[in-house]
C-alpha cells in the first residue's frame, strides 16, 4: 500500500492556485480509509472566474485555429504522457486497480491525442467551420446562403462524477479547446485530488494560453448563477441531479446549452442463437463479468440487467458464478487484486440499500452484500464489496429491476422468450447509454439492434468475429457518440468532429456570392474568378481564393473512345456497341467513359513543368451531368476553391472546383480536385 501524504486541494482561478478558507473537508483513501486530502473552495470568486475566462482564455483561443488547437493538445498529451506513473500512483488512492486507472488515465490521454491527431486531419487550418454545402437561392446565381460554424464566445462549465478523475475531465476538455471555447472543471470531491494533480501538471507546461482552464476544487457555490446564452454546462452523475442543474434559472433564463451523461440502466442481451458451447456464450459470460468488476462495477456503462434466454438462464448463472468466483478482490495496489473497493464506505452503504431494492423483484445468486471477503486490505476500513448476481425470474411483473440502480459490482439476471421480448426488456430502462447484443445470427442482430437503438446511444453487437478486436461493452471511443436519451440524460459527448461542434454556434449567412465567398474561405459559385498567370505557378503564398485557368476545347473522337477501353479494359456495352447503347434510355448511343472525361480535363488543366504544386492526392464528390458522345468538345475550368495550409509542413492542401463543359456550354462533369502545394517558390 502506497502512502500518502495529505494535501489541501486548490482551485486554479484566475491564473492563481486559490485555497478556500472554510472548514475543509476530509476525502479518504477509498481502501483504507486514511485521509488523502482535504477539500474546500470557500470564497472562490466563480463571478471573477467567468469573466477571466471569456475575457482572456476565448479570445485567445479564437485567435488560434483549429490545427494551432490541434497541436496544443497534442503536445499536453505527450508530455502527460510521459510522467503518467504519478497519476497512476495516485489513482490506487481511488480503489482503482491498475488496470482501472489505465481506462481512466491512459483512455483520458489517448482522448486528448485522438482530438489532437483528429484536428488536424479532419478539420481546415482556419478560425471557423463551414457546415453542408452551400444553397443557391436565386436562379441568377447572384444569392446565396452558406452555414457557418463559429466558437461560442462563453466559457464551457464541466461538471464531473467521480468514476473517472482524469478521462472524465479530458474526453470533455479535448474537444472543447479543440473548438476555441475555455473551460472551467469541476471535479466530485471524492476523487478530486487526482484530477487536481493533472491540472497543475498542465498547468506547468505552460501550453495553454491564460485563461483557457480553470479548474474549482470544492462547491461549485453560484457559479452556475452566472451562465450566459454563450455559455455551456455539462454534467456526468446521477440523473437527479442532473434534473436538478437543468432546472437553474440561469440555464432556463438563457437558453444555456446544457449536456448532460447520466447513469443508466445498460443491458447486455444474449442472442436466441448463443446456447452454451458456442462461442457467443463464453464472450457473454466474461464481458458481463468483466463489466461487473472492472472499476467495481463504478462505471455508467457498466452492464446492469442481464437479459437471456429462458432456457440457458440456469447455465448462465453458474458460468457468471464461476467466473466471479475467481474475482480476486482487494488493495488495488496489489498486482493479484482483480478488483478493487468502491469509492467510500458511503458508497458501499448506497450499493447495499440498492441490493435490497432490487431483491425485492428477485433473490441473490451470487454474493452477499453484507459479508465482505478480500484477499488483501481491510474489509471495514476500506470500501470493499463483493460481487452481487440477482436473478429476476419474472422481468415483466418487476419494477426495481428496470429503475433501481446499484453502483458497484451489482447486474440482475433475467429471462425472455422470444427478441421481442427481449427487446421490450432492454426498452424498459427508459433510455440506456450501451446496450450489447451477443449473437451470430444477423436476422436476431438485425431485430434487436432495430429495436433497443431509439433507446439507446450506442448498442454493441458481439460475436467470434470480432471478439479478439472489439473494445467491449463497456468502452466509449473518441470516434463514436458517447450519451443516451431519457434516463441517461438526452445528452451527447464524444463521436469525433461532432463533439467540436457541441461548442459552436450554427448560423446561416446570406449574401452575394462574392462576399460569401469573403466571409467564408472558400469560394463559392456565382463568385468571380480571377485570370492570369496559370494558378499552378503559384505557391501558397501567392494562391488567392478564386484564381482559375479556362482551358482551351478538346474534341473527343470515337478513335479516343476505343483506345480508351482498350488500354483501360473497361469494354463496357456503352462505349463499344452502338445498338445496345442506343437502346439505353440514359445514353442513346455510344458514350465516352467517365474517366475518360476526367483524364481529358486533367490534361486540359495542368501544368506539366515543375513548380510548387507537388502531389494530386485526391478527388471529391465527381458527378458525371451529361453523356459525352464523339465529337463532343470539352473544356474544364479550375478554380482555386480553398486553401488549408499544413502548421508542421512547407506545403499545404489546395481545393479547386473542377467543372467541365461542352460545346454548348452544358456541364458535363464536376469534382473537386485536391492538391499539396508548397508554401513558397523554390
Same mark, same amino acid.
Given at each position: 500500500?502506497?502512502?500518502?501524504?495529505?494535501?489541501?486541494?486548490?482551485?486554479?482561478?484566475?491564473?492563481?492556485?486559490?485555497?478556500?478558507?472554510?472548514?475543509?473537508?476530509?476525502?479518504?483513501?477509498?481502501?483504507?480509509?486514511?485521509?488523502?486530502?482535504?477539500?474546500?473552495?470557500?470564497?472562490?470568486?466563480?463571478?471573477?472566474?467567468?469573466?477571466?475566462?471569456?475575457?482572456?482564455?476565448?479570445?485567445?483561443?479564437?485567435?488560434?485555429?483549429?490545427?494551432?488547437?490541434?497541436?496544443? @493538445?497534442?503536445?499536453?498529451?505527450?508530455?502527460?504522457?510521459?510522467?503518467?506513473?504519478?497519476?497512476?500512483?495516485?489513482?490506487?488512492?481511488?480503489?482503482?486497480?491498475?488496470?482501472?486507472?489505465?481506462?481512466?488515465?491512459?483512455?483520458?490521454?489517448?482522448? @486528448?491525442?485522438?482530438?489532437?491527431?483528429?484536428?488536424?486531419?479532419?478539420?481546415?487550418?482556419?478560425?471557423?467551420?463551414?457546415?453542408?454545402?452551400?444553397?443557391?437561392?436565386?436562379?441568377?446565381?447572384?444569392?446565396?446562403?452558406?452555414?457557418?460554424?463559429?466558437?461560442?464566445?462563453?466559457?464551457?462549465?464541466?461538471?464531473?462524477?467521480?468514476?473517472?478523475?482524469?478521462?472524465?475531465?479530458?474526453?470533455?476538455?479535448?474537444?472543447?479547446?479543440?473548438?476555441?471555447?475555455?473551460?472551467?472543471?469541476?471535479?466530485?470531491?471524492?476523487?478530486?485530488?487526482?484530477?487536481?494533480?493533472?491540472?497543475?501538471?498542465?498547468?506547468?507546461?505552460?501550453?495553454?494560453?491564460?485563461?483557457?482552464?480553470?479548474?474549482?476544487?470544492?462547491?461549485?457555490?453560484?457559479?452556475?448563477?452566472?451562465?450566459?446564452?454563450?455559455?455551456?454546462?455539462?454534467?456526468?452523475?446521477?440523473?437527479?441531479?442532473?434534473?436538478?442543474?437543468?432546472?437553474?434559472?440561469?440555464?432556463?433564463?438563457?437558453?444555456?446549452?446544457?449536456?448532460?451523461?447520466?447513469?443508466?440502466?445498460?443491458?447486455?442481451?444474449?442472442?436466441?442463437?448463443?446456447?452454451?458451447?458456442?462461442?457467443?456464450?463464453?464472450?457473454?459470460?466474461?464481458?458481463?463479468?468483466?463489466?461487473?468488476?472492472?472499476?467495481?462495477?463504478?462505471?455508467?456503462?457498466?452492464?446492469?440487467?442481464?437479459?437471456?434466454?429462458?432456457?440457458?438462464?440456469?447455465?448462465?448463472?453458474?458460468?457468471?458464478?464461476?467466473?466471479?468466483?475467481?474475482?480476486?478482490?482487494?488493495?488495488?495496489?496489489?498486482?493479484?487484486?482483480?478488483?478493487?473497493?468502491?469509492?467510500?464506505?458511503?458508497?458501499?452503504?448506497?450499493?447495499?440499500?440498492?441490493?435490497?431494492?432490487?431483491?425485492?423483484?428477485?433473490?441473490?445468486?451470487?454474493?452477499?452484500?453484507?459479508?465482505?471477503?478480500?484477499?488483501?486490505?481491510?474489509?471495514?476500513?476500506?470500501?470493499?464489496?463483493?460481487?452481487?448476481?440477482?436473478?429476476?425470474?419474472?422481468?415483466?411483473?418487476?419494477?426495481?429491476?428496470? *429503475?433501481?440502480?446499484?453502483?458497484?459490482?451489482?447486474?440482475?439476471?433475467?429471462?425472455? *422468450?422470444?427478441?421481442?421480448?427481449?427487446?421490450?426488456?432492454?426498452?424498459?430502462?427508459?433510455?440506456?447509454?450501451?446496450?450489447?447484443?451477443?449473437?451470430?445470427?444477423?436476422?436476431?442482430?438485425?431485430?434487436?439492434?432495430?429495436?433497443?437503438?431509439?433507446?439507446?446511444?450506442?448498442?454493441?453487437?458481439?460475436?467470434?468475429?470480432?471478439?479478439?478486436?472489439?473494445?467491449?461493452?463497456?468502452?466509449?471511443?473518441?470516434?463514436?457518440?458517447?450519451?443516451?436519451?431519457?434516463?441517461?440524460?438526452?445528452?451527447?459527448?464524444?463521436?469525433?468532429?461532432?463533439?467540436?461542434?457541441?461548442?459552436?454556434?450554427?448560423?446561416?449567412?446570406?449574401?452575394?456570392?462574392?462576399?460569401?465567398?469573403?466571409?467564408?474561405?472558400?469560394?463559392?459559385?456565382?463568385?468571380?474568378?480571377?485570370?492570369?498567370?496559370?494558378?499552378?505557378?503559384?505557391?501558397?503564398?501567392?494562391?488567392? %481564393?478564386? *484564381?482559375?485557368? @479556362?482551358?482551351?476545347?478538346?474534341?473527343?473522337?470515337?478513335?479516343?473512345?476505343?483506345?480508351?477501353?482498350?488500354?483501360?479494359? *473497361?469494354?463496357?456495352?456503352?462505349?463499344?456497341?452502338?445498338?445496345?447503347?442506343?437502346?439505353?434510355?440514359?445514353?442513346?448511343?455510344?458514350?465516352?467513359?467517365?474517366?475518360? %472525361?476526367?483524364?481529358?480535363?486533367?490534361?486540359?488543366?495542368?501544368?506539366?513543368?515543375?513548380?510548387?504544386?507537388?502531389?494530386?492526392?485526391?478527388?471529391?464528390?465527381?458527378?458525371?451531368?451529361?453523356?459525352?458522345?464523339?465529337?463532343?468538345?470539352?473544356?474544364?475550368?479550375?478554380?482555386?476553391?480553398?486553401?488549408?495550409?499544413?502548421?508542421?509542413?512547407?506545403?499545404?492542401?489546395?481545393?479547386?472546383?473542377?467543372?467541365?463543359?461542352?460545346?454548348?456550354?452544358?456541364?458535363?462533369?464536376?469534382?473537386?480536385?485536391?492538391?499539396?502545394?508548397?508554401?513558397?517558390?523554390?
Amino acid at each position: 500500500m502506497t502512502n500518502i501524504e495529505p494535501r489541501q486541494l486548490e482551485s486554479w482561478i484566475c491564473g492563481e492556485w486559490f485555497r478556500g478558507g472554510g472548514a475543509p473537508k476530509q476525502i479518504r483513501h477509498a481502501a483504507t480509509g486514511a485521509t488523502v486530502a482535504t477539500i474546500d473552495a470557500t470564497g472562490a470568486d466563480y463571478a471573477a472566474a467567468m469573466a477571466y475566462a471569456r475575457e482572456k482564455g476565448g479570445p485567445a483561443l479564437r485567435r488560434m485555429t483549429f490545427h494551432q488547437r490541434a497541436l496544443m @493538445l497534442k503536445a499536453i498529451g505527450q508530455a502527460l504522457m510521459e510522467r503518467k506513473e504519478e497519476f497512476y500512483t495516485l489513482s490506487t488512492a481511488t480503489g482503482a486497480t491498475r488496470n482501472d486507472s489505465w481506462i481512466d488515465i491512459d483512455g483520458g490521454l489517448g482522448t @486528448l491525442l485522438n482530438f489532437g491527431s483528429r484536428g488536424r486531419r479532419e478539420l481546415p487550418n482556419t478560425q471557423l467551420l463551414l457546415d453542408g454545402e452551400v444553397e443557391m437561392l436565386a436562379k441568377d446565381q447572384t444569392f446565396a446562403g452558406q452555414h457557418i460554424l463559429s466558437p461560442l464566445e462563453g466559457v464551457a462549465v464541466h461538471i464531473n462524477a467521480y468514476n473517472f478523475p482524469c478521462w472524465g475531465m479530458l474526453e470533455k476538455l479535448a474537444p472543447t479547446l479543440l473548438a476555441g471555447m475555455p473551460a472551467i472543471i469541476k471535479p466530485a470531491s471524492q476523487t478530486a485530488y487526482l484530477t487536481e494533480l493533472m491540472v497543475r501538471r498542465i498547468i506547468e507546461l505552460d501550453i495553454l494560453p491564460e485563461g483557457a482552464l480553470q479548474l474549482i476544487c470544492g462547491s461549485a457555490g453560484d457559479m452556475l448563477d452566472h451562465l450566459t446564452c454563450q455559455d455551456v454546462a455539462t454534467l456526468t452523475g446521477s440523473a437527479a441531479t442532473g434534473r436538478k442543474l437543468r432546472a437553474h434559472p440561469a440555464i432556463i433564463e438563457n437558453s444555456v446549452r446544457f449536456t448532460m451523461e447520466a447513469d443508466s440502466l445498460n443491458a447486455a442481451i444474449l442472442g436466441a442463437d448463443a446456447t452454451p458451447g458456442t462461442a457467443e456464450f463464453d464472450l457473454f459470460v466474461k464481458e458481463v463479468a468483466r463489466e461487473m468488476t472492472v472499476k467495481a462495477g463504478q462505471k455508467c456503462t457498466a452492464i446492469r440487467r442481464i437479459i437471456a434466454p429462458r432456457p440457458v438462464i440456469e447455465p448462465l448463472v453458474e458460468a457468471l458464478a464461476a467466473r466471479l468466483a475467481k474475482t480476486v478482490v482487494g488493495d488495488p495496489s496489489d498486482e493479484a487484486t482483480r478488483m478493487g473497493p468502491l469509492v467510500s464506505l458511503a458508497q458501499r452503504e448506497e450499493v447495499r440499500q440498492r441490493v435490497a431494492e432490487l431483491a425485492q423483484d428477485g433473490e441473490i445468486v451470487v454474493g452477499d452484500p453484507g459479508a465482505v471477503s478480500v484477499a488483501s486490505g481491510d474489509s471495514e476500513a476500506g470500501a470493499f464489496l463483493n460481487p452481487i448476481l440477482l436473478h429476476c425470474a419474472k422481468p415483466f411483473a418487476a419494477q426495481a429491476a428496470h *429503475d433501481v440502480e446499484a453502483f458497484g459490482p451489482v447486474s440482475t439476471v433475467m429471462p425472455y *422468450d422470444s427478441v421481442e421480448e427481449a427487446v421490450a426488456l432492454a426498452r424498459r430502462g427508459l433510455g440506456s447509454l450501451v446496450t450489447s447484443v451477443f449473437t451470430n445470427d444477423p436476422t436476431f442482430a438485425r431485430e434487436a439492434v432495430r429495436g433497443v437503438a431509439p433507446l439507446h446511444g450506442r448498442v454493441m453487437i458481439g460475436n467470434r468475429i470480432s471478439a479478439k478486436s472489439s473494445t467491449g461493452h463497456g468502452s466509449p471511443l473518441p470516434m463514436l457518440v458517447h450519451g443516451g436519451p431519457g434516463r441517461a440524460g438526452g445528452g451527447e459527448e464524444l463521436g469525433g468532429v461532432r463533439a467540436v461542434k457541441h461548442y459552436m454556434q450554427r448560423t446561416a449567412i446570406q449574401g452575394a456570392p462574392d462576399l460569401l465567398t469573403a466571409v467564408a474561405g472558400q469560394w463559392i459559385k456565382g463568385s468571380a474568378r480571377k485570370e492570369g498567370a496559370h494558378p499552378f505557378r503559384k505557391s501558397l503564398a501567392e494562391l488567392e %481564393i478564386g *484564381d482559375s485557368v @479556362l482551358t482551351e476545347a478538346r474534341t473527343v473522337t470515337m478513335a479516343d473512345i476505343e483506345h480508351f477501353a482498350e488500354f483501360t479494359g *473497361d469494354t463496357f456495352y456503352a462505349h463499344l456497341d452502338e445498338e445496345a447503347a442506343a437502346a439505353n434510355q440514359f445514353f442513346g448511343g455510344r458514350v465516352a467513359h467517365g474517366y475518360l %472525361i476526367v483524364s481529358f480535363a486533367a490534361g486540359l488543366f495542368v501544368d506539366p513543368a515543375p513548380g510548387p504544386v507537388l502531389a494530386n492526392y485526391g478527388v471529391d464528390s465527381l458527378r458525371f451531368a451529361k453523356p459525352v458522345k464523339p465529337g463532343d468538345s470539352l473544356r474544364a475550368c479550375l478554380i482555386c476553391k480553398q486553401i488549408n495550409p499544413r502548421e508542421t509542413n512547407d506545403y499545404g492542401e489546395v481545393r479547386w472546383d473542377c467543372t467541365v463543359t461542352n460545346q454548348e456550354d452544358e456541364l458535363v462533369a464536376q469534382y473537386d480536385v485536391l492538391t499539396l502545394v508548397a508554401k513558397t517558390a523554390a
